[in-house]
Every structure is written in C-alpha cells, then in structure tokens.
C-alpha cells in the first residue's frame, strides 16, 4: 500500500525550504483545540482504552517480579492521562513536555486526585531533559513511554539514543504512533482519490493533527531491531470506528464500540488497520 506524507526526496537538492528546516512540533498554542480534538469524545475513550489495558497489564506484572513500585517517564506527555493513572498505583513517574500550556491541563487533572502522587514535571524538549535529571540525580525508568510524538519530532529516530540512555537494562518502551496506512485506507473508503493522487499534499498544521511526516511500523521496527529491542505487544488504535462514515447498528453504543475496539486491537490483520499503532518493546524479552 502507497504510504502519503513520507518524505520522498532522494535528493536533498529538491526538498523545500520548510522541509529542511522542521522542527519539533509543540501544541502549546493550540492546547486547548488538542484536548477537545483529541480526547473530546469517542475517540479519545478508544485511546486511552487501548493504551490503559496494555500498559496497565504490563506495568503491574513487571512490578510484581521486581517487588517495587517502577520508575516511569512519560516523554511528549501531552495531557499525560496514563501517566497520573500509574502515579496513582504508586509509580514514581516523570512526566515531561515541551508545551507549557500542555502540561497545566495535565497538572490541573493531577490536582483533583486526591492522593499524594510521586510525580515530578519538567516542561522542556525531550533533548534538554539530561540536564533536568541529572540535578534529581534520577536512577534510570523501568519503563519510558513516548505517545504520539514521533510523528512531530524533525528526527524521530534520534530519540531512540536518549531511550538507550534513560532505560533499565531490562526495561521497556511504550511507543504510540500516527499510522500512515491508515491515512490512505481511509482515503479510500472515503473516495478522496484525488487527495491521494496529489502527492504534493500536506495537511495545514497550524491547527491540524494529522502529521506531515509520520513514521511507518515498519521503520520503528527497524529502529528497535538496530537497538536490540523485542516486541512484547502490539496493538491498533481506533481499527474500525473511523472508517465508518455511516453509523448504524452497535455503532451508535459507545460501550459496544469500545468493546469491540478493545477485541480486534490486538487481532491480525485488523490491528495493523489502527490510526495509531502502540508498540511495547523491551530490551530482553
């Protein structure tokens, strides 16, 4: 399948301006917009569905075999839902993003738990937080989570040094990212064949989340198999619900929708069909 959005320029010599000089994306001026886009409704219940069961699962049988609570850093946290749940199961947890505003909303939610949580936030980019931990003299995270920021970073695979570095020797990655497939499939079954013949096209992210330059499975595979990662779990977000344009039947009961993203998430083909792919890697599986 034909994968849009990938930067095709064999040449540099061709590549625009703007591509050349891309930087990390930061929602700081549109959080608001985010929070009601993103996790203003069903889709976001999907989301967070999916990504509570894996990582909840995974987190609490790892914790039982260590015998403690685990260390956990939350890069691109966002609005850092999953990361104040683990806080409130007793997980130290250090939850970073570059937007300030991003992670007020996230402070804001943390502040209505009434529970002391063991978190500690650091507004910054991803590169700048070595200098951050090095003054809380942090020991290295059990498990590092990284959702939905690959496809906004201007170099998505460097980040996989600073996991190396940050990560226990048997810890794992949680990563969640924009599936570019599903960007064509989609496309399709919506007949926009003419968006998908224009290979120039490039959605408007002043106030769009859908990225420019998303990253394919195949390429975070990649990545992982290069840093001597195995794949634990895999799962697809969202693998029905947004490629079906007219409602009927059990799709007007957002229980049952949710039920049934929660079953075929994790099923061959259809998890691969997900709008975002998660990815839990560890480094000795």
């Known amino acids: 399948m034909p994968i849009k959005h990938q930067d095709s320029h064999p040449d540099p010599t061709h590549a625009t301006t703007s591509e050349i000089e891309r930087t990390d994306r930061s929602f700081d001026t549109i959080a608001d917009h985010f929070e009601k886009k993103v996790y203003g409704g069903l889709k976001g219940e999907i989301r967070l569905a999916v990504l509570r069961r894996d990582i909840f699962e995974y ?154 330059h998303p990253v394919a499975k195949e390429e975070v595979e990649q990545w992982l198999e290069a840093h001597q990662y195995q794949t634990v779990r895999s799962s697809g977000l969202r693998v029905f619900h947004d490629y079906a344009p007219l409602k009927r039947g059990g799709h007007n009961d957002p229980d049952a929708v949710i039920r049934m993203e929660l079953r075929y998430s994790q099923l061959e083909p259809y998890k691969w069909l997900g709008r975002y792919l998660h990815i839990l890697a560890a480094k000795h599986a």
């Open 59 to 212: 987190s609490a049988q790892v914790s039982e075999a260590l015998g403690r609570p685990l260390r956990i850093l939350d890069v691109g946290a966002g609005l850092a839902q999953v990361a104040i749940e683990l806080a409130t199961q007793g997980h130290s947890v250090v939850i970073n993003d570059i937007s300030a505003n991003m992670l007020e909303k996230a402070k804001a939610s943390a502040d209505q738990i009434e529970q002391k949580l063991d978190i500690a936030w650091y507004v910054c980019p991803y590169q700048a937080l070595e200098e951050k931990l090095a003054h809380i003299e942090t020991e290295k995270f059990d498990l590092i989570m990284c959702h939905a920021l690959l496809e906004w970073l201007a170099e998505p695979a460097a980040v996989m040094n600073f996991f190396n570095q940050y990560l226990t020797d048997d810890g794992a990655l949680s990563l969640c990212f924009y599936n570019p497939a599903s960007f064509d499939y989609r496309n399709l079954i919506m007949g926009n064949f003419n968006l998908l013949d224009n290979n120039d096209y490039k959605a408007d992210n002043k106030k769009s989340l859908t990225p420019n």
